[in-house]
């Protein structure tokens, strides 16, 4: 995010934060601090602060995954070798993050209040997600239902692994999923 609103601002923090401690463990006064923006910016930009705010925050996140996933497939010449560099691009972010981060949407979302468009914002992420990996795998040449059902598989196996590797404090979780679900 190149944009120095404070609007910008607050989204990158408020993902930021809520990644690391998930949605309950960051308070709006950290969220503001850590943007170096005044209180009123919060809801003069999010009239229902924290949600709306974790939301949009959430949404930033997703996109910047789909670009990982673009990127990690753009010169694949085969979907296993996307796949295979989308897993290690992850690993990646995972040793830059520390290991410890959750992954930025479900963290965002799955931690906060019990709400409908909190569970609709993650069902969205991850629809597209899955929708971007099958396009790619569908423009490497396999037919649509099989790069569905492959795009499926690699990121509910992401999501696991993400999970195992916190768990581990190893990014090789990451890194071995191609030669579990790709052999």
Same mark, same amino acid.
């Given at each position: 995010?190149?944009?120095?609103?404070?609007?910008s601002r607050?989204?990158?923090?408020a993902?930021?934060?809520?990644?690391?401690r998930?949605?309950?463990?960051v308070?709006?006064?950290?969220?503001?601090? #850590?943007?170096k923006?005044?209180?009123?910016?919060l809801?003069?930009?999010?009239?229902?602060g924290?949600?709306?705010?974790a939301i949009?925050?959430?949404?930033?996140a997703?996109?910047g995954? %789909?670009?990982?996933?673009?990127?990690?497939?753009r010169?694949?010449?085969t979907? =296993?070798?996307g796949?295979?560099t989308?897993?290690?691009?992850?690993?990646?972010?995972f040793?830059?993050s520390?290991?410890?981060?959750g992954?930025p949407?479900s963290?965002?979302?799955l931690?906060?209040? $019990?709400?409908d468009?909190?569970r609709?914002? %993650? =069902?969205?992420?991850y629809?597209?997600?899955?929708?971007?990996?099958?396009?790619?795998?569908? #423009?490497?040449?396999?037919?649509?239902?099989?790069?569905?059902f492959r795009? $499926?598989?690699?990121?509910? =196996?992401?999501?696991?692994a993400?999970t195992?590797a916190r768990? #581990?404090?190893?990014?090789? %979780?990451? #890194?071995?999923?191609?030669?579990?679900?790709l052999?």
């Amino acid at each position: 995010m190149t944009d120095h609103s404070t609007k910008s601002r607050l989204i990158l923090a408020a993902a930021e934060l809520f990644r690391m401690r998930g949605y309950h463990g960051v308070g709006v006064t950290e969220i503001l601090e #850590r943007a170096k923006a005044p209180k009123g910016s919060l809801y003069h930009h999010f009239p229902n602060g924290k949600a709306d705010l974790a939301i949009v925050a959430a949404e930033w996140a997703s996109d910047g995954m %789909v670009g990982i996933i673009d990127e990690a497939f753009r010169e694949a010449p085969t979907y =296993a070798d996307g796949a295979t560099t989308l897993c290690h691009k992850l690993a990646k972010f995972f040793d830059l993050s520390g290991g410890w981060d959750g992954c930025p949407v479900s963290s965002i979302l799955l931690d906060g209040p $019990e709400n409908d468009a909190f569970r609709a914002q %993650v =069902a969205r992420s991850y629809e597209t997600w899955v929708a971007r990996v099958a396009q790619h795998g569908t #423009r490497l040449g396999l037919a649509p239902e099989e790069a569905r059902f492959r795009a $499926e598989t690699l990121l509910i =196996a992401i999501q696991g692994a993400w999970t195992l590797a916190r768990a #581990r404090k190893s990014s090789d %979780v990451l #890194r071995g999923i191609p030669a579990r679900i790709l052999a």
